[in-house]
């Protein structure tokens, strides 16, 4: 049977099919995720009203008490599932920076009976994916799938335990560009994960992999290339170990995993002692942190013939744009993507050049401090000054100039154009016009080579037109981006992660309905309904998150409940058990308490009275 789309997470679509988790982290980060108002009134999240992505971020602009925790948005599919194909197309991901813990996820809300698999995850400066999974006892990896999958496995046991690792995989291949800098230096890609009684199945593919029946939405995954990882098989029976499983986008800041692995399989430590203060302290190091998601499939198999497209599909693609949707001028508008795909641009240079992956285009306001010179040349291609680097980390140019370094500062990292300080790394290199060789900062003047000379003849910086000027007397200045490889793929594969799920989870969620009446000349006052399951040693005492500023019209239902396994739960997630019935208080969606919930309904029914 083939597979037919049933699901497509596009837009509005993806933010209103999926709830706003607003509780407590049960990963113990260093995290307040908010509402869906909060969220809009932070400025967390944009929606590209030409292309219908959605960008999903965290707050980068205020500082925070280590017992408070930075903005950030974690959605969950309201709707849970037990088989299926997934299929995910992300632009942009968190980057590899200190304090971060995104990922892309699944779970089941009797976990972990109902399992967990991570497919997309890492932490701190992890520069390659962990696709891993979680379950109850009795689930391991056996021989019989063997041959079945591309990646490198990693522990074989799934079962929580003791260890609290579960099983996993690295990807194959380019590894590098499947998570953080990597990933999107790469312009992003596609994850898939296919769920049937016999196996879990999960690839990612880079924009230029993505195979052409996923951009025609009648995907064939047995004419794939193998999978990344595969779970399942004789010792782990899916149907038993993995069902109502509902999908999960979210950053994280530190948390159980950020924290162990602090100063261990990084060197994070060299800028704060602990994780917590890192994120509390330094705001700028998260204006990258956010996902740019294009569209969230899922598919179920049909056994009616589907018909063939009529029409053809044609790779489109949109000019760069920032949160709101204001257009960045000046950056190509078209460059044709895998799959039917959607390739933003300033993602051109090669994936990897020897042993050194593509990173992406970095800034630094310190000035790179952490980059020596390595050598300078009129003929400078990127092959000259990854060789120029050999035995080191990392290996930056610009134009005729090559810069190594062992680590970066936490002032250093990739840049996206939209951001304040970034940029597009579009200096062609002089010795070879198919590369590029850094840029400047998006409003900057286009620069002389570092050392004052004119750039060599050819050297070309693609839409400007502004004159060169002599650059400050300082070897990499803060106007200046430098085209960043990595030698990543040789280090080691990061450590196994802990599951995100809690292991008896309290579920908090907020669900926003908007409501509107006809003829309705003002806002409908917004009421806020708390439900509180007794005995379950849950409150709402936490401190309020900032009241919008803007004016919305939502009736908001704030829900603290225990997850119920059955598919027929309530639009927020949780159905409460016959024998524990919910306390229900209610108020305006002020810090006021004490209104019935009946007293509510007969404001809501006088004010649409007096508005019509």
């Not at 006892?137 to 496995?153: A, H, L, N, V």
């Not at 740019?292 to 053809?312: A, G």
């Not at 003929?379 to 680590?407: H, I």
């Not at 159905?575 to 208080?585: A, E, R």
Request: aromatic letters at 8%; hydrophobic letters at 35%; charged letters at 15%.
């Amino acid at each position: 049977m083939a597979y037919a789309l049933s699901n497509s997470f596009v837009g509005e679509s993806l933010l209103s099919n999926f709830k706003w988790f607003d509780g407590k982290d049960p990963s113990n980060g260093f995290v307040s995720y908010q509402s869906r108002a909060n969220a809009e009134a932070l400025g967390l999240f944009s929606v590209d009203e030409t292309t219908g992505v959605v960008r999903l971020g965290v707050d980068s602009s205020r500082t925070y008490g280590l017992d408070q925790g930075r903005p950030s948005i974690r959605l969950e599919s309201k709707e849970s599932f037990n088989d299926g194909l997934f299929i995910a197309d992300f632009l942009h991901m968190p980057p590899s920076q200190c304090g971060l813990w995104p990922a892309f996820w699944t779970y089941g809300t009797d976990w972990p009976a109902g399992g967990e698999v991570d497919i997309i995850e890492g932490v701190n400066t992890a520069h390659k994916n962990i696709i891993s999974a979680h379950t109850a006892d009795g689930c391991s990896q056996s021989p019989s799938i063997e041959g079945m999958y591309s990646g490198s496995q990693r522990n074989a046991d799934c079962a929580v335990g003791t260890q609290n690792i579960g099983c996993g995989f690295t990807p194959s291949g380019n590894s590098s560009s499947s998570y953080g800098d990597g990933f999107n230096a790469a312009g992003g890609g596609v994850y898939a994960m296919e769920w049937d009684n016999q196996h879990i199945k999960v690839w990612h593919f880079t924009r230029d992999e993505i195979p052409e029946d996923v951009g025609r939405k009648r995907p064939s995954p047995s004419s794939w290339r193998l999978p990344d990882a595969v779970f399942g098989g004789s010792s782990c029976q899916v149907d038993k170990f993995f069902k109502q499983m509902s999908l999960v986008i979210n950053i994280n800041f530190c948390g159980d995993y950020g924290n162990a692995v602090w100063g261990k399989s990084d060197q994070c430590d060299n800028f704060a002692p602990t994780c917590p203060e890192f994120v509390a302290n330094n705001p700028g190091a998260f204006a990258n942190a956010y996902w740019d998601v294009r569209y969230i499939d899922t598919y179920q198999k049909s056994s009616f013939e589907l018909p063939e497209p009529t029409t053809t599909i044609t790779p489109v693609v949109a000019s760069p744009t920032a949160p709101g949707g204001i257009s960045i001028p000046g950056l190509p508008s078209s460059i044709a993507g895998g799959g039917g795909g959607l390739l933003p641009p300033g993602h051109i240079n090669r994936a990897k050049v020897g042993n050194y992956a593509y990173l992406g285009c970095f800034g630094s306001r310190a000035g790179f401090p952490t980059f020596v010179k390595a050598d300078e040349s009129p003929a400078m291609t990127l092959t000259r000054c990854t060789n120029a680097c050999a035995g080191k980390t990392l290996a930056g140019v610009y134009q005729n100039a090559c810069y190594c370094a062992e680590a970066l500062d936490a002032d250093t990292r990739a840049v996206s154009p939209t951001e304040e300080g970034g940029g597009v790394c579009d200096h062609t290199c002089p010795g070879d016009q198919a590369e590029f060789c850094g840029g400047n900062v998006r409003g900057a003047p286009a620069g002389k080579n570092v050392n004052g000379s004119e750039p060599a003849a050819g050297v070309l910086r693609r839409g400007s037109s502004s004159r060169p000027r002599r650059l400050l007397p300082r070897d990499i200045p803060n106007s200046l981006l430098l085209t960043v490889y990595g030698a990543v793929d040789s280090n080691a594969p990061p450590p196994m992660a802990p599951p995100m799920a809690p292991a008896s989870p309290t579920v908090t969620y907020t669900d926003v309905v908007t409501a509107t009446a006809m003829r309705t000349v003002y806002p409908l006052r917004a009421m806020h309904t708390k439900v509180v399951h007794a005995g379950c040693g849950c409150d709402d005492d936490d401190d309020a998150p900032p009241t919008p500023t803007k004016t919305v019209t939502p009736v908001v239902n704030s829900f603290v409940a225990r997850p119920s396994a059955s598919r027929n739960a309530t639009r927020n997630g949780t159905s409460p058990t016959s024998d524990d019935p919910p306390v229900v208080t209610a108020g305006a969606s002020t810090t006021s308490r004490g209104f019935t919930t009946a007293f509510a309904a007969a404001t809501m029914a006088l004010a649409l009275a007096l508005l019509l």
